[in-house]
């Protein structure tokens, strides 16, 4: 199964110092072997790829939780916030997750209530895994 096809995935993107964060997230299919996913233009992962495109990936369960057996890829992240392909990832979110994006939205405010505005899903994410 292509990375693309699985999921869930576990996205380690790196701090300033080297430090790896691996965090869940809903993964799509893009052309010429890449993936995409969305996250908060203000999430601690988009500022970490704004610092460092690098990032790691593997397949997980929901709650990140490393596949056996799976191994790691490298490759490299590009965020985009508006035009054909965030366009693409998030239809292509909607499509393949359905229901569970309301829902997820949902509580991604309830979770974000007193701390001002946290967009939801308003920044994509394309890797393009090395070969």
């Known amino acids: 199964m292509s990375l693309g096809e699985e ?3 576990s996205v380690t993107t790196f ?3 080297g430090d790896g964060v691996a965090t869940p997230t809903w993964v ?9 996913f969305w996250t908060s233009s203000k999430s601690g992962k988009a ?39 965030f366009d693409e990832i998030r239809s292509k979110v909607k499509a393949k997750y359905g229901v569970m994006v309301p829902i997820s939205k949902f509580f991604n405010t309830l979770g974000h209530i007193g701390n001002g505005p946290f967009p939801y ?11």
């Open 15 to 17: 701090r300033k110092s």
């Open 7 to 9: 999921k869930t995935i």
């Open 47 to 85: 500022k970490r790829l704004r610092n460092n495109p690098r990032v790691t990936v593997v397949p997980c369960n929901n709650r990140g939780k490393v596949a056996d057996g799976a191994s790691p890829v490298t490759g490299t992240a590009q965020l985009v916030s508006g035009g054909a392909e």
């Open 28 to 36: 799509v299919p893009l052309p010429d072997g890449r993936i995409g």
């Open 121 to 131: 899903g308003d920044t994509g994410v394309i890797i393009s895994v090395d070969a």
